[in-house]
């Protein structure tokens, strides 16, 4: 259910972002507890000498980031889970990435589950669903 959207430094790499999808899926299921067969992925890649921070480029600086953005739904996580889940995957991404900037970013955004959804329903349907039928 979750979608995660990330933005790579480099040249686009179809291998490169195939293993990003496959470990952030992973940590997602290990630190969020999300379904990885309900786990979207999108990731483009944006050249080093286009990414600036502080100033000079990515490309300057010898550099690579990442930035990750994550939609969940609000109150399903914990802020210990958050945390951990952060840890996890800038420490993930410096394996992958090399020399990592630390000005990379990660984003856990908490959306209302009557306004996220995803096959043409919203999460809060699915919950009311469940609900109704454990009753």
């Given at each position: 259910m979750?979608i995660?959207?990330?933005?790579l430094?480099?040249?686009?790499?179809?291998g490169?972002?195939?293993?990003?999808?496959a470990?952030?899926?992973a940590l997602?299921?290990?630190?969020?507890?999300k379904?990885p067969?309900?786990?979207?992925?999108?990731?483009t890649?944006?050249p080093e000498?286009?990414?600036?921070v502080?100033g000079?480029?990515l490309?300057?600086a010898?550099?690579?980031?990442?930035w990750?953005?994550?939609a969940v739904v609000d109150?399903?996580?914990?802020k210990?889970?958050?945390?951990?889940y952060?840890?996890a995957v800038?420490?993930?991404?410096?394996?992958l990435?090399?020399a990592?900037?630390?000005?990379?970013y990660i984003h856990?955004?908490?959306?209302k589950?009557?306004?996220?959804g995803?096959?043409?329903r919203t999460?809060?349907?699915?919950?009311v669903e469940?609900?109704?039928?454990?009753?």
């Amino acid at each position: 259910m979750p979608i995660l959207q990330v933005t790579l430094s480099g040249a686009p790499d179809a291998g490169k972002a195939a293993e990003v999808a496959a470990r952030l899926s992973a940590l997602t299921a290990q630190h969020l507890r999300k379904d990885p067969a309900l786990t979207s992925v999108a990731i483009t890649f944006l050249p080093e000498a286009h990414w600036f921070v502080g100033g000079p480029s990515l490309q300057t600086a010898g550099r690579a980031s990442f930035w990750l953005d994550i939609a969940v739904v609000d109150g399903t996580n914990t802020k210990d889970e958050k945390a951990a889940y952060i840890a996890a995957v800038y420490a993930e991404m410096a394996g992958l990435l090399g020399a990592l900037h630390p000005e990379s970013y990660i984003h856990v955004r908490e959306v209302k589950a009557d306004a996220y959804g995803y096959g043409g329903r919203t999460q809060e349907s699915r919950y009311v669903e469940k609900t109704l039928k454990a009753a």
